[in-house]
């Protein structure tokens, strides 16, 4: 079992940057493919980024591709967003979970990123 604390969220201005980081406990994180999703206030939760066990590829959501890069410390089990050029439509409660099988599992608590226009 995987427990997942996501942190680094807080208040940007429009074009500034933040780097959310995702801290695993849990012997067999290095073999999950990781991911972090977003869910804004009214809206349904959805897919940002994801990253493989060995960081050997990566996704992104269109809406992010060019501005967010997905990273991995395995040896810290920590999997990392960087985010820059923030839109205040990046706004949103920030998640991590890991791929068990087809399903993204071991949801963490979130972290609030607010982007101020």
């Known amino acids: 079992q995987v427990q997942l604390v996501e942190s680094g969220g807080g208040l940007v201005q429009a074009g500034g940057s933040l780097r959310l980081s995702c801290a695993a406990s849990?012997?067999?994180?290095?073999?999950?493919?990781m991911g972090w999703f977003r869910q804004a206030p009214g809206k349904e939760r959805e897919f940002v980024a994801a990253?493989?066990?060995?960081?050997?590829?990566?996704s992104y959501a269109d809406s992010v591709k060019g501005r967010f890069t997905i990273s991995r410390d395995n040896a810290k089990n920590t999997v990392y967003l960087q985010m820059n050029s923030l839109k205040a439509e990046d706004t949103a409660v920030y998640y991590c979970?890991?791929?068990?099988?087809?399903?993204?599992?071991?949801w963490g608590q979130g972290t609030q990123v607010t982007v101020s226009s």
């Open positions: 849990g012997r067999t994180f290095i073999s999950y493919t």
């Open positions: 979970a890991s791929l068990i099988g087809s399903r993204w599992s071991n």
């Open positions: 990253i493989t066990w060995s960081a050997g590829s990566t």
